[in-house]
């Protein structure tokens, strides 16, 4: 018994650890080793993350193309299958501003569930637009509006009020009722055919910035760029897409303060470098190069669908001439319209 107590009263205060020489830490080498792989597998794993926010950024501006175009589907049933004027400087009867566009609160903002009016000031004699949310893509940078619509689906362009009330004239018609065949494209509505092809909206490159004037300015913190009301009233059916012949850049086609200002446009130093309507460093967003015309933009068409494309999609380059593919169609006068320009 004195044997087995004293074996247990060595083993009571008996240290049991593992040698020294079994406790040690990592080497340099297997460090080294570890953060290699940590390394490798970060080098692998951000790409495929920056794809699937890039993948997120444009389901999103699909999504919201697709809000507003049936927001002016909406807007057709009301209206005998027209969709909204726009008439830049037309007297509004029932707010007394001025301009009757298809982003103003008076009439798209009728078919939307949220408004940001942000765009003018409450003293601002134009009547108050709708902005923000649906109206962003989220690859616009400091995007206020990043849409237009084509300007052929206008129900009405030129204007006079020579007769009292204002009269509205289609796409096409001088304000006197007069055709002008200047202007290469046809007015549609909702009617018209190959829906599926014949473009309703745009993206747009954002051209003025949020109103700076008046009581209640906007902080120029928080200063935002929104597109102009339509895109495509100017050139033939490719230059429109591509630049070109009938597309060089003057204060009509593309006004604002946008040179030197606007964020995806402070690269352009002359006004001639803006030679077309879309913005297609947008889809995959190109910080670099945003005048770049690698890349893509989304349309919605008058059927409802929105699609992205690439330039490639809807114009054939030929030297410093194209053709449209006919795809994606501005007008019905399209089909007309296919030689090189």
């Known amino acids: 018994m004195n044997a087995m107590h004293q074996l247990v009263q060595q083993c009571r205060t008996t240290q049991w650890h593992q040698p020294a020489h079994s406790r040690r830490g990592f080497t340099l ?9 940590i390394a490798l597998l970060i080098g692998i794993l951000l790409p495929s993350l920056s794809k699937a926010r890039e993948s997120g950024r444009d389901v999103k ?14 807007y057709t049933n009301d209206y005998k299958g027209q969709f909204p004027t726009n008439m830049f400087d037309a007297p509004e009867r029932d707010t007394g501003k001025f301009s009757m566009m298809w982003h103003d609160v008076a009439r798209i903002g009728q078919y939307l569930p949220t408004i940001d009016d942000a765009n003018i000031v409450e003293t601002n004699t134009r009547s108050q637009t709708v902005g923000g949310g649906i109206m962003i893509c989220p690859n616009h940078p400091e995007g206020g509006r990043s849409y237009a619509m084509n300007y052929w689906a206008s129900s009405a362009d030129q204007w006079n009020t020579t007769s009292g009330p204002v009269r509205g004239f289609k796409p096409g018609f001088t304000n006197t009722g007069l055709a002008n065949p200047a202007w290469q494209g046809r007015a549609f509505d909702a009617t018209v055919a190959f829906a599926d092809k014949m473009m309703l909206m745009t993206e747009a490159w954002g051209l003025f910035s949020s109103d700076q004037s008046g009581p209640g300015q906007v902080n120029e913190s928080k200063r935002k760029w929104y597109a102009v009301a339509d895109t495509g009233k100017w050139g033939f059916p490719s230059t429109r897409f591509n630049g070109g012949l009938g597309m060089s850049a003057t204060s009509t086609i593309f006004p604002g303060d946008w040179i030197g200002n606007a964020p995806e446009l402070r690269a352009a130093t002359n006004p001639s470098q803006l030679n077309r309507y879309i913005p297609w460093y947008r889809h995959p967003r190109n910080r670099d190069d945003t005048l770049s015309k690698q890349g893509g933009a989304n349309f919605a068409f008058v059927d409802g669908h929105v699609a992205g494309l690439k330039l490639s999609d809807v114009v054939e380059v030929q030297g410093n001439q194209s053709r449209t593919t006919l795809r994606a169609l501005w007008s019905t006068r399209d089909t007309e319209l296919t030689g090189l320009y």
């Open 29 to 37: 080498i297997e460090l080294l080793v570890v953060i290699g792989i």
């Open 61 to 74: 501006c699909k999504s919201n193309m697709r809000g507003l175009a049936q927001a002016l589907s909406a």
